[in-house]
C-alpha cells in the first residue's frame, strides 16, 4: 500500500503536474486567468515533457529498475525528495476545481493604476463609432491627453464592477478591469468611474458605452478617477482573457 | 541441506510479505478512514472557506504563481542536467587560476554561463571541491550560479518588463556578494568548519565518462530530481507569497514601504523564509509591489544565497558549523551588496 505510493510517487507527480498544465493551457484557455497569454507555448511544452518524462519514469520503476532516482541528500527518501508531493496541490487544484480569475476583492486592495505617466499626445484614436478601448487606454488619454482626444467621441469598454459605499445615499460604482504583467499575482486595477446608470452588482462583467466626462486638469490629482457618463451599460459573460496587459 | 535452507528463507520470506500486507492494508484502511472521515466533516466548512472573496483569491495567486514558476523551473533544471550529466566537472578544475584569490572572481564569474538552480549548485561545488578546486572558489560558483545565470536573467526581465536597470543591478550585486563571500573564505575561512563531502553524489555533477545510456540516465534522473525537490520549494514559496498578499493588511505593509531600510531588511528576511527558487523568485518579487526597488533587488540577491531550503542542502552536504556561519555572513554581504547597487543603479 505505502511502498508503491512511494515508489510510483515520483512518476505519479509529474504525471498529475504535466496532466493540470496542459488542462488549462493546451486543452483550455484556463491558463488566461494566472498568467499573460504570451506564456502558452511554453506551458504546452512544459506540460508535455512533465508527462513524458512521468511515463519514462513510471515505466523505468514498473520494470523495477529501483535505484534510477537520485539520493543526494539527508532528507530525501530513495524514491525523491518528498517535498515534491506539495506539487500535487496545485496541479488538483488546477485539474479539479481551478481557480477563478480575480475580481472586486483585489481590485480594492491594490492602488489603482495610472497607466501612462506625464502629460503629451498620443496617436490618434481609431475611426469607429463607438470606438472599443482598454480600460488602460482610456485612464492615459483622460488624465494625460493634451489633445483629449477622447473628446466627442463614444467609447466601448468591458470591465467588472466595483463600488464604493459613500456617507451620503449617492455610491459611486467603476468600471474595472485588473493589469496583469507578468502573472496574477502582480494584479493591479484600472478603475472608471462610472455616472449616469444604476449599479450592477459587484463583480458583475458589463460592457459600458459612453463618452467621457472631463473633471479636473489635465495630470491633476481631481482628474483621477477619470468618469465616464454611460448611455448603455450591458452585462456580458467574462471575457477569454480576464486581464488587460501593460 | 542447502535446498531445506532456501525453502526455510523463501517461507519466512512469505510470511514476511504477508504481515506486511496485512499491515500496510490495514494502516492504509485505517488511513483512508481518517481521511473521509474528516473530509467529510471538513469538506463543507472548507467549501464554504473557499467561496469567501480571499480564499478565492488566494488560491488564485497561489496558483498563478506556481503555473508561472513550472516552465522557467524545468528550463532551468534541463540545464542543470545537461551540464551535471554531460560537461566533467574537471573541466572547471583546469579552467582556474591556480591562486585562490585569483579562483574565487574567475568561478563567480563562470556561474554566470552555467544555470542552476541552488539546489542543483550545493552538490555541484561539493564535486568540485572533491576535485581539488579551492574551496573559497567553489563557493563563489556556488553561490554566483544560481543567481546570476541566463535563465534567472531572463526570467528577470520578464518579471520586471521595461526595467533593464533591475536585471544589471541584479547581475552586479549577486556577482559582488559571490566575490567578496569567497574572498571573505580566502581570509577568514578554516578548513576545519568544512566537512568535505565524501562519497560521490550521483547527480552531482560528477560527470564521470560513461556510457552514453547511462549519461541519459543520469540526465534523466537529474532532471526528475531537480525538477521535484525545486517544484516542491516553489509551491510553498507560491503559498507564502499568496498569504503574505492577502493576510497582510496594506496598511501594514505600508508601515514597512514608508521606510526605505525596514523594507530592505523585511525583504531580506523573507527571502530567506520563502525559499523561491531562484527561476522563479523574480516573479515574486515583481510581484511585492509597494516596496522599493532596491528592497525587491535585496529580495532577489538574498533569495536564491541565503534561504532555509539551502541552509538545510548545506548542513546536509558541508556540515552544520559550516552552514550557520556561511549562510549569515553570505546574507550581511548579500544586503549590503544589493543596498549598494540599488542606490547606484535603481
Redesign the interface.
Known amino acids: 500500500m505505502v511502498a508503491p505510493v512511494r515508489r510510483y510517487g515520483p512518476a505519479a507527480v509529474l504525471l498529475l503536474s504535466g496532466a493540470a498544465i496542459l488542462r488549462i493551457s493546451l486543452f483550455s484557455e484556463l491558463y488566461l486567468r494566472y498568467v499573460q497569454p504570451g506564456l502558452r507555448p511554453y506551458l504546452i511544452a512544459s506540460g508535455v515533457l512533465l508527462v513524458l518524462l512521468g511515463a519514462v519514469s513510471g515505466g523505468r520503476t514498473a520494470r523495477g529498475d529501483a535505484h534510477d532516482a537520485t539520493d543526494t541528500h539527508d532528507h530525501h527518501t530513495s524514491h525523491g525528495p518528498r517535498v515534491a508531493w506539495l506539487l500535487t496541490v496545485p496541479a488538483l487544484a488546477l485539474l479539479l476545481f481551478p481557480p477563478p480569475a480575480l475580481g472586486s476583492y483585489s481590485a480594492d486592495r491594490e492602488a489603482a493604476q495610472y497607466a501612462a505617466q506625464g502629460v503629451g499626445t498620443f496617436p490618434e484614436l481609431p475611426a469607429g463609432d463607438p470606438v472599443d478601448l482598454t480600460l488602460g487606454e482610456f485612464t492615459s488619454r483622460a488624465i494625460y491627453d493634451s489633445e483629449r482626444s477622447l473628446k466627442g467621441r463614444t467609447v466601448r469598454m468591458t470591465g467588472f464592477v466595483t463600488r464604493e459605499e459613500n456617507e451620503g445615499e449617492d455610491s459611486t460604482w467603476y468600471l474595472t478591469r485588473l493589469l496583469v504583467s507578468c502573472c496574477a499575482a502582480d494584479a493591479a486595477p484600472y478603475k472608471i468611474e462610472v455616472r449616469g446608470a444604476d449599479a450592477p452588482p459587484e463583480d458583475a462583467w458589463v460592457t459600458v458605452t459612453g463618452t467621457w466626462h472631463p473633471e479636473g486638469g489635465l495630470g491633476s490629482e481631481e482628474a483621477w478617477p477619470p468618469v465616464l457618463d454611460a448611455a448603455s451599460v450591458k452585462r456580458v459573460a467574462e471575457p477569454r482573457n480576464p486581464y488587460e496587459k501593460r | 541441506m542447502e535446498n531445506q535452507r532456501t525453502e526455510a528463507r523463501s517461507v519466512a520470506d512469505g510470511v514476511r510479505l504477508a504481515v506486511r500486507g496485512v499491515v500496510?492494508?490495514v494502516?492504509?484502511g485505517l488511513a483512508l478512514l481518517a481521511i473521509a472521515t474528516v473530509a467529510s466533516v471538513l469538506g463543507p466548512m472548507l467549501a464554504l472557506d473557499?467561496a469567501t472573496?480571499?480564499m478565492?483569491?488566494w488560491?488564485?495567486?497561489?496558483?498563478?504563481?506556481?503555473?508561472?514558476g513550472?516552465?522557467f523551473l524545468?528550463?532551468g533544471t534541463?540545464v542543470s542536467a545537461a551540464i551535471g550529466a554531460f560537461v566533467p566537472a574537471r573541466v572547471f578544475s583546469r579552467l582556474l587560476p591556480r591562486s585562490p584569490a585569483l579562483a574565487v572572481p574567475v568561478a563567480g564569474a563562470a556561474g554566470v554561463v552555467l544555470p542552476g538552480c541552488e539546489c542543483a549548485s550545493v552538490?555541484v561545488a561539493g564535486s568540485l571541491m572533491r576535485r581539488g578546486v579551492a574551496p573559497a572558489a567553489a563557493l563563489a560558483f556556488l553561490l554566483s550560479a544560481p543567481a546570476i545565470n541566463p535563465v534567472v536573467l531572463v526570467a528577470t526581465s520578464?518579471?520586471f518588463?521595461g526595467q533593464p536597470s533591475m536585471v544589471l543591478a541584479r547581475l552586479l550585486a549577486s556577482l559582488a556578494a559571490a566575490v567578496v563571500t569567497g574572498w571573505l573564505w580566502v581570509r577568514f575561512g578554516k578548513d576545519e568548519w568544512l566537512r568535505l563531502p565524501k562519497t560521490r553524489?550521483?547527480?552531482?555533477g560528477s560527470g564521470d565518462a560513461g556510457t552514453p545510456r547511462s549519461r541519459w540516465?543520469g540526465f534523466?534522473?537529474?532532471?526528475?530530481?531537480d525538477?521535484?525537490?525545486a517544484?516542491?520549494?516553489l509551491?510553498?514559496g507560491?503559498a507564502a507569497?499568496?498569504t503574505f498578499?492577502i493576510v497582510v493588511p496594506?496598511s501594514v505593509l505600508d508601515v514597512f514601504t514608508d521606510s526605505p531600510w525596514l523594507s530592505v531588511l523585511l525583504l531580506a528576511v523573507l527571502a530567506v523564509v520563502l525559499c523561491v527558487c531562484s527561476e522563479a523568485d523574480a516573479?515574486?518579487a515583481?510581484?511585492l509591489?509597494?516596496f522599493s526597488p532596491t528592497a525587491r533587488l535585496a529580495f532577489m540577491v538574498v533569495g536564491p544565497m541565503v534561504d532555509l531550503k539551502l541552509i538545510?542542502?548545506q548542513t546536509?552536504?558541508f556540515g552544520r558549523s559550516f552552514a550557520v556561519r556561511f549562510s549569515a555572513a553570505t546574507w550581511v554581504v548579500a544586503v549590503t551588496s544589493s543596498v549598494l547597487a540599488g542606490w547606484w543603479l535603481l
Do not use: E, K, N
Open positions: 500496510y492494508a494502516v492504509g473557499l472573496p480571499a478565492a483569491a488560491w488564485t495567486v497561489f496558483t498563478a504563481v506556481v503555473v508561472q513550472v516552465p524545468l528550463l534541463l552538490p520578464i518579471a518588463p553524489t550521483p547527480s552531482g540516465d534523466r534522473a537529474g532532471l526528475q530530481h525538477f521535484l525537490h517544484g516542491g520549494f509551491v510553498v507560491a507569497a499568496a498578499g496594506r516573479f515574486v515583481a510581484s509591489t509597494g538545510a542542502l546536509g552536504t
